[in-house]
């Protein structure tokens, strides 16, 4: 009798691209760009506005046949990079490999923003996992921090560097996602509504009433109006029927968080696109998709989502 | 009973007295006062037409939605075109706009849901749920 083994590949590839100055950048991206388009896959290059010009200036007329995104507007929320850009082109495309090449972690990325740039490499593990796609995600070696590089190679199964390319051995996404679930700071003054069923208008007018005060306004403002709205929607309905919005400025921003009872075990909540004839929450992934920045701490105690807005 | 047996009738929920359980807007007793009286909140309805419509005002979220659905859906049945006047509407969550979607797919084929001074809110979240896939004519 003969037993046949097989082993399943995930079709997903991921890999992190360490590189010094231009030259390497180029090294690294522009075979990988020029390969898919011999091949005949749709590519799509996301990055910060420096390096999209950089690639442009090396593909000449190639760059024609490559959708270009600026990842500092596109995906300056890195919980909107995965519905807003990557799943945005690749469903496009749903016939074939997809190439993109996404750069969500650039030098200048705060300390607020951090842990969920990496938590966002980490999860598009498991939102591409089984999906003809290859995201190729550089990493400035010279502009990063060093602990930002150990983290890559944890959210990046395969390293390509200026030796070649190698497996991670160290490869644990899933840690990075638990690690950086981390207890957001208190505010140093912030204005506090608790609300439950029935309460709604007044979280929209408490949160749009403080924020048109510090400097807020126009469709930006109704947008927080939504989001603060479906925050607190999210607490009647999933986190325990009752809820605490706070707000408060920071650093030229419009901060507000909701916390609750509630425990967000999905931990692609809000990052997935929706199929419009699907009823279900799409809450959070409106929050997403509409916030300059989305943090989330979330465990068996309780959850807080917090949005941050510039003025 | 469905919402689309009356004509022009004003259905107001008062958010803070909303009983639970079924809709109590199925038909002008609907609005049964409250102890704290009307909110800037609330929603009103009026049917119009035809040709066959709604004039929507104040907000839909979470405690209006039902009364929102009941009349999309009552409209529905009609199979016809439908007319949405928006004018008064403040605030539609995120399941508010979806729900109108919703109802434009369950039109007929060739039949369309036309906006009428659609605000903001209503528009980018149209334009973030997917609107190419319901027969929806936002008149601008």
């Known amino acids: 009798m003969t037993t046949t083994t097989t082993t399943t590949v995930d079709p997903f590839v991921h890999p992190a691209l360490f590189y010094r100055g231009a030259r390497q950048y180029l090294d690294g991206t522009v075979p990988f760009i020029r390969q898919g388009l011999a091949a005949g896959e749709p590519v799509a290059v996301a990055v910060p506005p420096q390096n999209v010009e950089l690639l442009r200036a090396e593909l000449g007329e190639e760059a024609s046949e490559v959708r270009f995104l600026d990842m500092t507007q596109a995906g300056r929320n890195p919980g909107r990079i995965i519905p807003g850009v990557l799943r945005a082109f690749a469903d496009l495309h749903p016939a074939g490999r997809v190439r993109i090449i996404g750069e969500p972690i650039w030098a200048g990325r705060s300390a607020t923003e951090y842990p969920a740039c990496v938590q966002h490499e980490a999860l598009i593990n498991l939102a591409f996992s089984g999906r003809a796609v290859t995201i190729l995600c550089p990493y400035d070696l010279d502009g990063l921090d060093p602990s930002v590089i150990t983290d890559a190679e944890m959210t990046h199964p395969v390293i390509m560097d200026g030796y070649g390319l190698r497996t991670s051995r160290v490869y644990a996404p899933e840690r990075i996602i638990q690690d950086y679930n981390r207890p957001l700071p208190d505010p140093v003054d912030a204005a506090a509504l608790g609300f439950a069923d029935g309460d709604l208008g007044r979280v929209r007018d408490f949160v749009v009433g403080h924020a048109a005060s510090m400097g807020l306004s126009g469709e930006r403002l109704e947008d927080l109006r939504l989001i603060a709205s479906e925050l607190a929607a999210n607490s009647l309905d999933y986190g325990g029927g009752s809820g605490t919005v706070r707000i408060w400025a920071e650093n030229g921003q419009v901060v507000v968080d909701v916390t609750d009872a509630g425990h967000i075990l999905d931990p692609l909540a809000g990052r997935r696109p929706a199929d419009p004839r699907q009823r279900g929450s799409r809450g959070l992934l409106v929050t997403n998709l509409l916030s300059d920045l989305v943090r989330i701490h979330t465990n068996q105690d309780g959850t807080t989502v917090r949005v941050y807005f510039s003025t | ?140």
């Not at chain 2, 109802?103 to 903001?120: I, T």
């Open chain 2, 1 to 140: 009973m469905s919402i689309v047996d009356f004509r022009m009738v004003t259905v107001t929920i008062w958010p803070e007295v909303r009983p639970r359980g079924p809709s109590q807007a199925a038909g002008p007793g609907s609005s049964t006062p409250g102890v704290r009286g009307p909110s800037p909140h609330d929603l009103h309805i009026d049917l119009t037409g035809p040709p066959a419509g709604l004039k929507v005002s104040g907000d839909i979220d979470r405690t209006t939605r039902r009364l929102w659905e009941e009349a999309l859906g009552g409209l529905v049945t009609k199979g016809d075109d439908m007319h949405i006047d928006l004018s008064g509407l403040l605030f539609v969550d995120v399941r508010g706009t979806w729900l109108l979607t919703e109802a434009a797919r369950g039109l007929p084929m060739g039949k369309k849901v036309f906006l009428h001074h659609a605000p903001y809110c209503l528009r980018s979240v149209l334009a973030l749920i997917g609107p190419d896939s319901s027969p929806i004519e936002v008149e601008t």
